[in-house]
C-alpha cells in the first residue's frame, strides 16, 4: 500500500493545474465552456483523491460512507435542481446563494474540528496554536461569508429592503462592536481552544449582516464578487484545519482571483471598493445631500404607436438594455421587436454598458439567452462613436448609465463615469415605468432634451405594445 | 512547524498564480467567471469528507460533516451547471453563424 501516498500526490498536482487552467481559461469566451468542465473534472478528480488515500491508510468505515453519500446527494441533488430550475435573470441572486453555502461549508468543517478536537490531529497539523488559529480565521470568514451572502440574496430578490439605520453612523458602531467581539472571541479561542466559539460564529454572522445590509442593489455584485473571493479565503483556511494542501492552493486562487474580479467590476463601475463597503447605498445618500437634484422641466412622453412609426422610418437603431428589462424579463420580447426590425432591413445593435443587468455581463448572458446574434452586441467604446450616425435610440429600463451629466456636469455625483452617449443620435426613446430616479438617486439630464421621449410602462408591455403596432404598420411583413 | 510553512509558502504561491490567472477579462465573461470561480470555492468539500472520515463513530461530528458535505455540493455541483447554462448560450450562437 506505499504506492498509495504517491498517487495521491499526483492527483492532487493534476487536481491544482486543471483548476488552474479551469480559471484561466474561464476568462476567455472561446475557451469558457470547456474550461468550466476542466474545473469540474478537477474537482470530482480531488474528491476522489480523498477518498482513495483514506480507504488506503485509514480505512472508511461504513457508517462514514453512509453519511457521505446522504450528504453527497442531498446536497449535490438540491444544487443540481436549483441550477437547472433557476431563471437567468435571478442569476446574481443564485451565486449569492451558492457562494453562501460554500461559505457555510468551511464553517462546518472547523466548528466540527473545534469541538471535537480529538478527531483531529493525527496529521501533526503544526501546532495547538497555529490550528487555533485556523479554526478561528475559517470560522471567522466563514461565517461572514455565509450571513453576508445570505442578506446579499434577500436583498437582491426584494426580500429584503436597506433600513434607514444602516444609512446613519451607527452601523459602524455595530460593525466595529461585532468585530471587536469576534476578535475577542478569537484571541480567546487561539488560546485554549475551547472558548469563545460561539462568540466568534455570532459576532462574525452579524458583521457579515452588518456590513452587506447597507449595501443598494446596484453594487451588490460587487459585494457578492468579494464575498466569493471569502468563501475562497474560508476554503484555505479549512484547508489549515485539517491540513490539505490542495485545499489551501485551491482556496488561494479563487481568494485572489475573486479580488482582481471583483476590483475589474469597481472600475467598470466608476467606484472605488472602499466607498462601496463603507459608503452605503449611493441613493439615499445622495438624495439627503441633494446632490446633481433638480427638476425636470422638459419631460416629452409619448405612446408605443409613435415610438412604432418613428422606428419604422430609421435605419440604424441602437437598443441599450438595463436592469429595468432584465427584471421585467423582457429580453425575449425585445428579440422579438427587433427580428421585425431586422425583417425590414433596419440595422440593430446593442449597447451593452459594462454593468448593464443586475451584474456584469449579466445582459450579455440575458440576451444571449434570447438568441441575440452574439456579434450585434457592442461594448460602450465600440458604439459610443457610432451614436451620431444613429436614427433611433431605445433606452430599455436603463438610466444612469445614459445619463449625460457624467460627461457634463462636474457636480454630479455621477462625474467621471463612462457611460453611453446616446443623446448624440437623433431620437432617443426611453422606456421606463415612471420618472423615479436611477439608482444613484440623481436626476437624467437625458430625459430632459429635446431629442428625447419617454415612453411610460413595463419595459415587457410596452415591447409588447410596441410588436403589435409594428406588425400593424406592416413593419417587415413584406420583406 | 514543517505543515505551517510549507502551507505558508503554499498559500503565498497560490494565492499569486490566482492574481496572475485572470488579467483581462471580457465584461461578458463576468458573470460567468463570477459563478465558476463560486463552484471551486466549493473545494471545501474535501476538508468536509476528511472530517467524517476521521470522525469515526462519533455521532454528532457525523452530522457536522454531513451537512458541511451537503452545502459545500450544493455549491460545486449547482455551481457548475449554473455556469454551464450560461457558457452555453454563448457557444450556440458561435455554432450556428
Known sequence: MTFIGPIKFAIDLLAVLLLALGIKGLSKVRSAREANRLAAIAMLLAAFGVLMNSQGTIGISINSWVWIISGTLIGGLLGAITAKKVPMTAMPEIVALFNGCGGMSSLLVALGVALFPSSEGSDGVASELVKNFSIVVSLFVGAITFSGSIVAMAKLQGWLSTPSWTQSKARHFFNILCAALALIGGIYLSIDGQNGLFLIVVASCLLGIGVTLPIGGADMPVVISLLNSYSGVAAAAAGFVVGSQLLIVAGAMVGAAGLILT????????????????????????????????????????????????LEAAERVVIVPGYGLA????????????????????????????????MPGHMNVLLAEADVPYEQLKEMDVINPEFPATDVVLVLGANDVVNPQAKNDQTSPLYGMPVLDVQEARTVFVVKRGMSAGYSGIKNDLFDLQNTSMVFGDAKKVLGDLLLELKELGVGSKG | MSFFSEALWVLLLGSLLGLELIGKVPPTLHTPLMSGANAISGITMLAALTLIIKSGENLPLLIIGSISLGFALFNVIGGFLVTDRMLAMFSRKKTRK
Open chain 1, 263 to 310: 476590483q475589474v467590476m469597481c472600475d467598470g463601475m466608476n467606484r472605488s471598493l472602499v466607498s462601496v463597503l463603507f459608503g452605503g447605498a449611493l441613493g439615499t445618500s445622495s438624495v439627503a445631500s441633494g446632490g446633481g437634484g433638480g427638476e425636470y422641466t422638459n419631460i416629452t412622453s409619448c405612446s408605443p404607436e409613435e415610438c412604432a412609426l418613428t
Open chain 1, 327 to 358: 427584471v421585467a424579463q423582457a429580453q425575449h420580447t425585445l428579440r422579438e421587436v427587433t427580428r421585425v426590425l431586422e425583417s425590414a432591413d433596419i440595422e440593430v445593435t446593442y449597447a451593452i454598458h459594462p454593468v448593464a443587468g443586475r
